[in-house]
């Protein structure tokens, strides 16, 4: 009797394993998958956002839609993704300067941001472009910084928000250069391309995936790029650290997060998941060709990741002094 109740005490409990695998594999079936993007259309984040949704829902057997909730630098969305539910049904794809660089800032948040997230993937990484208006009579590094000492008041830069790593990128490069930049905070990437092409700000940092069109578009010039070599795609214009400044290198890193305690079993699915659209041919030659080399990782890499990013962050702003003004 004893040894009966023992088998059906562990059919019981493999049935139920196998009920638990069968819910968790049906997850996402019948509902919505949404993708958070903290800023205005057109920027890195978004561009990306929108690359990889289709083939995300086809692998999740869902609807994966974009959502841009632009606001407070980027708060509004974030804020939104930390207090949703942890079901893996909203998700947060951002650059991870805010999660980074603002903290390292000192910039105020209503969430933690190393608590109230978890890491599904890293996305991407793009190269800063350091870019001018076509108004300002400069073709490169050393004559930006000299125009910039010369020019009463000093230029502007635009940046896609601030506590960005775009933002903490234009700043440290004017600490080291000796310049007096004053910083614009707009509500992403595009709209501080725009007001740049436009001549309302002088200087911009940004990410390369949402820059280099306007560039080959010649609505803005391009001065260098903040890889650590020479970009595959773009062999003739020179990094900033060959151009006087060694070691400064700088881009934007995308990821993908959602809210804390998002059981284990749907972020294993969605990492999978993610990682599958960027392997495929297309989306890759589509990134690549833009400016974004894809870097996807597991999830315990990616929070290690934002734990290392911090932690340099916050030695570089203590050592320099950069503070969010």
């Known amino acids: 009797m004893r040894q009966f109740v023992r088998l059906a005490l562990l059919c019981l409990a493999a049935s139920t394993g196998l009920h638990s695998t069968v819910i968790s594999a049906q997850n ?9 993007v903290p800023f205005a259309p057109g920027g890195t984040s978004d561009i990306l956002a929108r690359a990889i949704a289709n083939k995300l829902g086809e692998g999740l057997g869902t609807t994966v839609v ?3 909730k632009p606001g407070a630098n980027g708060v509004l969305g974030s804020d939104l993704v930390a207090k949703s539910a942890p079901d893996g049904l909203t998700l947060l794809l951002s650059d991870m300067g ?13 969430f933690d941001a190393q608590k109230d997230f978890t890491p599904i993937t890293m996305i991407a990484y793009s190269p800063h472009l350091v870019v001018v208006a076509n108004s300002v009579p400069v073709k490169t590094l050393a004559e930006l910084v000299a125009a910039s000492k010369d ?11 601030a506590g960005s790593a775009p933002h903490l990128a234009a700043a440290l490069f004017a600490k080291r250069a000796g310049v007096d930049w004053v910083f614009i905070p707009y509500k992403g990437g595009a709209q501080a391309i725009t007001d740049v092409m436009a001549g309302h700000s002088h200087v911009l940092f940004n ?6 069109p306007a560039v080959k578009a010649n609505q803005l010039r391009l001065l260098a790029v903040s890889s650590d070599k020479r970009w595959p795609t773009l062999p003739d214009v020179p990094t900033v650290a060959e151009s006087g400044y060694p070691g400064f290198i700088t881009g934007s890193w995308q990821g993908l ?23 495929n041919p297309e989306i890759r030659e589509r990134l ?35 503070k969010l003004e």
């Open 28 to 36: 996402f079936s019948g509902k919505t998958v949404r993708i958070i």
């Open 66 to 68: 974009v959502d841009n």
């Open 98 to 110: 805010g999660m980074t660089t603002g903290p390292a800032l000192g910039a105020k948040y209503p």
């Open 151 to 161: 020019k009463t008041g000093g230029f502007s830069a635009a940046t896609s928000g």
């Open 207 to 212: 990410g390369m995936l949402a820059t280099l």
């Open 257 to 279: 997060v959602a809210a804390a305690n998002t059981p284990p079993d749907i972020v294993a699915r969605l990492n999978a998941e993610v990682i599958k659209a960027l392997a």
């Open 288 to 322: 690549t060709s833009q400016g974004a080399d894809p870097r996807p990782m597991t999830s315990a890499q990616f929070g290690e990741f934002l734990k290392a990013e911090t932690a340099k962050w916050i030695a570089l702003v203590k050592e320099t002094g950069i």
